[in-house]
Each structure stands twice: as structure tokens, then as C-alpha cells.
């Protein structure tokens, strides 16, 4: 999937949008929208790649309830104030009006994909 996504920015077919130092975190996340016209009750679906050692900032769920679900890589996960260790295959509710931060601790890319609802 990366490698098609990555294809398919160069190609102009899937806009790949370069975050930096987002939400006052260090490093870049490339995200990808994946959801064409928006079926509520979702409101976008999102493919991420968070750089080696960089994170995202604490920021709160202002609009939308979140999901992630982890797919490469090794991070930690902050929700609340709750810290969790993310690898392939985790996934993270987040409640609309909560804090999430993301950390990537690991060597390689941290991919994930993040599914966005209104109530």
C-alpha cells in the first residue's frame, strides 16, 4: 500500500500532504486521504507515515471521534494521559474531546491509518 500511495503522490493521482512539527511535535508525518466524498457518519480516512523519532504533538479531538490502527513500525500512543506501546495491528479508540499525542520510537516509519466520525 505504500508503495502504491508514494507512486500514486509522485503521479499526482493521490495528493500526499507533508506535515511538519504537527501540532507542535518534532519530525514530518506524510498523510494521505483516502475517502473520497465523505459517508457520514465518517469524515475522512487517512493513511500516515510518522518519520523515524518524530511525534505529534498533544492536540484534543475537537470535531471528530478517532480510531487508529497501526500497521509498520513501533510507537507509543498518548490518550488522556494514558501511554500505550502501538505495534502492527493496535488499535486506539479516541473519544471526541480527548488528547492524543503519537511518538515514533523505532528506526523506520510509523504507519498507520486514522478513521475520523462525527456523533
Not at 40 to 58: M, N, Q, T, Y
Not at 101 to 115: A, D, E, M
Amino acid at each position: 500500500m505504500w508503495e502504491f500511495l508514494a507512486n500514486a503522490a509522485a503521479a499526482g493521482t493521490v495528493p500526499c500532504d507533508v506535515r511538519k512539527e504537527l501540532f507542535g511535535g518534532t519530525g514530518e508525518v506524510r498523510v494521505w486521504a483516502l475517502l473520497g466524498p465523505v459517508v457520514p457518519p465518517f469524515d475522512c480516512v487517512l493513511a500516515c507515515e510518522l518519520s523515524p523519532g518524530g511525534s505529534v504533538g498533544k492536540h484534543v479531538q475537537d470535531t471528530c471521534s478517532e480510531v487508529l490502527i497501526f500497521l509498520e513500525g513501533s510507537g507509543q500512543v498518548t490518550v488522556a494521559d494514558m501511554t500505550g506501546v502501538m505495534t502492527p495491528s493496535a488499535t486506539v479508540a479516541i473519544p471526541q474531546g480527548e488528547t492524543l499525542s503519537i511518538k515514533n520510537t523505532g528506526s523506520v516509519p510509523l504507519r498507520y491509518l486514522i478513521v475520523k466520525a462525527k456523533p
